[in-house]
């Protein structure tokens, strides 16, 4: 009887492990419409309570983008790149015009005016240069997938990640990015009154075939510096479950990231 009493509680405790097990994998499973961005068709979930107030997500041909009407900013751009749409963009020439987005409300958005004399670039989150064709560069010139951005970061620092990152996507043949800000600390400028200036900046890089990855983090500034975080570390400091549905050893091993060797150089200014 014993025998049996311990063998049935043992059989029941298994049952609740697997109950709470699959009920944990569906709470952080994020739902999205947007399946062809994200790692394993899941998109990021938002565990930081403030980040989710009016965040609205925005699917594009080529990214997609979780924007905040908060910030009016992106809270991320997310891109699944290949071989292919890299090469294809290296084909395309000429830049786009920057719009507002239609597809949010007014009072929600970014406008153009905003951005007038603020000092600050319109800095792309999902970069114009990995669209591969008119359409999707278009679309990416939303102000939807920009931030306030340091001129001298954006066109040095940050544009060698971007390049440096198309490289390697030419080399692995496959890479989820993710792009996003972050404000740290109580005192978050405004443009305009209206637009959150990100204190620092993030790109994460998925390689499915390694299974890991890492993020570049730099500060919003005039900076040649930056970190290398693993992904565990990064959704720490922003308050999201980037992968959802991937383990917490793999969050812990760092990818290898190429350091970027901008094409400019600072002598230049």
Same mark, same amino acid.
């Given at each position: 009887?014993?025998? !049996?009493?311990?063998? +049935?509680?043992?059989?029941?405790?298994?049952?609740?492990?697997?109950?709470?097990?699959? $009920?944990?994998?569906?709470?952080?499973?994020?739902?999205?419409?947007?399946?062809?961005?994200?790692?394993?068709?899941?998109?990021?979930?938002?565990?930081?309570?403030?980040?989710?107030?009016?965040? +609205?997500?925005?699917? !594009? /041909?080529? *990214?997609?983008?979780?924007?905040?009407?908060?910030?009016? $900013?992106?809270?991320?751009?997310?891109?699944?790149?290949?071989?292919?749409?890299?090469?294809?963009?290296?084909?395309?020439?000429?830049?786009?015009? *920057?719009?507002?987005? /239609?597809?949010?409300?007014?009072?929600?958005?970014?406008?153009?005016? /905003?951005?007038?004399?603020?000092?600050?670039?319109?800095?792309?989150?999902?970069?114009?240069?990995?669209?591969?064709?008119?359409?999707?560069?278009?679309?990416?010139?939303?102000?939807?997938?920009?931030?306030?951005?340091?001129?001298?970061?954006?066109?040095?620092?940050?544009?060698?990640?971007?390049?440096?990152?198309?490289?390697?996507?030419?080399?692995?043949?496959?890479?989820?990015?993710?792009?996003?800000?972050?404000?740290?600390?109580?005192?978050?400028?405004?443009?305009?009154?209206?637009?959150?200036?990100? $204190?620092?900046?993030?790109?994460?890089? *998925? /390689?499915?075939?390694?299974?890991?990855?890492?993020?570049? !983090?730099?500060?919003?500034?005039?900076?040649?510096?930056?970190?290398?975080?693993?992904?565990?570390?990064?959704?720490?400091?922003?308050?999201?479950?980037?992968?959802?549905?991937?383990?917490? $050893?793999?969050?812990?091993?760092?990818?290898?990231?190429?350091?970027? +060797?901008? !094409?400019?150089? +600072?002598?230049?200014?």
């Amino acid at each position: 009887m014993k025998k !049996y009493m311990h063998t +049935r509680n043992s059989w029941i405790v298994t049952l609740l492990m697997l109950l709470i097990a699959s $009920t944990a994998q569906t709470v952080s499973a994020a739902t999205t419409a947007c399946p062809a961005q994200y790692l394993n068709g899941v998109a990021p979930d938002i565990q930081k309570a403030s980040l989710k107030a009016k965040a +609205r997500e925005l699917c !594009y /041909d080529n *990214f997609a983008v979780m924007h905040s009407g908060i910030s009016r $900013t992106p809270i991320w751009s997310a891109e699944h790149l290949t071989r292919e749409s890299i090469e294809n963009a290296r084909e395309l020439k000429g830049r786009e015009a *920057f719009h507002h987005e /239609d597809n949010l409300p007014a009072d929600e958005r970014a406008e153009l005016n /905003d951005y007038v004399r603020s000092g600050f670039d319109r800095g792309h989150m999902a970069p114009s240069a990995d669209m591969p064709n008119r359409s999707a560069r278009q679309q990416c010139f939303t102000l939807a997938n920009m931030i306030p951005q340091n001129h001298k970061l954006n066109t040095i620092l940050w544009e060698g990640i971007e390049s440096s990152l198309r490289t390697l996507v030419l080399n692995t043949g496959e890479l989820y990015v993710i792009t996003g800000p972050l404000y740290q600390g109580a005192n978050i400028a405004r443009l305009n009154g209206r637009v959150l200036v990100p $204190t620092h900046v993030y790109k994460l890089v *998925f /390689d499915p075939k390694k299974n890991r990855g890492a993020a570049y !983090y730099v500060k919003n500034e005039d900076i040649d510096e930056l970190q290398i975080l693993s992904i565990s570390e990064l959704e720490k400091l922003a308050g999201i479950n980037f992968f959802p549905k991937l383990s917490a $050893t793999a969050k812990l091993s760092k990818l290898e990231l190429p350091m970027p +060797r901008p !094409y400019r150089s +600072r002598s230049n200014y």
